[in-house]
């Protein structure tokens, strides 16, 4: 195997998924196309060619509530350490299947004409964006239509927990209520920690270092802005490969988990 034939291979991924791809994925994906290449060799051969993948920038701003939540945060386990005679929680976001931990969110897009707001769900299984409502003001209808998607796509979702912060929207009697209805636990973060809901602060990281930090000013219209949101919503889950899910896209990573359930 030449290393030209590499290289080129290299530079097809890379600008295929815009620079999004850093030399952990792009081995990946070189794995999936039947390239066996060590890692450090693909960053060495990127280094040489001058690519690199998009770096975290400054946190995304995620818009929040102010009012005091009293459910309770259903994945925190309690530890106790006797012999430093101390007691702590630790997060478990640990699934066995999808439709086990859900987590929701809403983050702010703003551009010079004007604001959106991107309501989803994240599948903790697979990380997949499995319902999402976007919206030019935070509102409840935004929130419902985001249930409703979701629920017309998953059926029995007895004893799933879903996760979020403490945002005014979810402490209203209708959220708790069409989630008990559906036999959903609802779980809240604790107040000031975000750590608590971090599936879905991460993936809004991962979305506005990818497609929106830096490109701003290339939105000229809300309608251009919402387009580019919601084709990078589709490429994630059915294009973006992790190396959490083992080379695979929350897509493809969903489905072989049903051939194997």
């Known amino acids: ?13 890379f600008y295929t998924h ?3 791809y850093g030399y952990r994925r792009i081995t990946l994906e070189l794995a999936n196309r039947g390239y066996e290449v060590n890692h450090k060799k693909v960053k060495r051969l990127m280094s ?8 975290p920038k400054s946190k995304y701003k995620s818009y929040k509530g102010d009012m005091n939540g009293t459910v309770k945060n259903q994945l925190l386990t309690k530890v106790i350490d006797e012999e430093n005679h101390k007691t702590y929680y630790e997060r478990n976001f640990e699934t066995t299947k999808c439709n086990e931990k859900w987590s929701t969110d809403v ?14 769900i994240i599948d903790l299984h ?9 919206s030019r003001s935070p509102n409840f209808k935004q929130t419902k239509d985001m249930l409703d998607k979701a629920f017309e796509k998953n059926q029995n979702l007895d004893g799933l ?18 989630l008990k209805d559906k036999g959903i636990i609802q779980s809240m973060s604790r107040k000031g920690n975000c750590l608590d809901n971090s599936p879905i602060e991460n993936f809004f990281g991962k979305m506005k270092n990818e497609m929106f930090y830096g490109h701003e000013y290339e939105f000229k219209t809300l309608d251009e802005l919402e387009i580019a949101m ?19 896209t929350p897509v493809q990573y969903r489905n072989q988990s049903s051939l194997t359930a």
């Open 161 to 178: 927990i879903f996760q979020s912060d403490q945002g005014w929207q979810y402490q209203m009697e209708p959220y708790h209520r069409f």
């Open 230 to 248: 919601k084709g990078y919503i589709e490429y994630y889950n059915t294009k973006r490969i992790t190396v959490k899910l083992k080379g695979l």
């Open 48 to 55: 040489i060619m001058g690519l690199y993948g998009v770096t």
């Open 107 to 120: 983050s702010e897009f703003h551009i010079a004409a004007g604001k959106l707001y991107l309501s989803p």
């Open 18 to 20: 815009k620079g999004r």
């Open 1 to 13: 195997m030449k290393n030209d034939e590499v290289m080129n291979t290299i530079i097809d991924i």
């Open 126 to 134: 697979n990380c997949e964006i499995i319902s999402y409502s976007i």
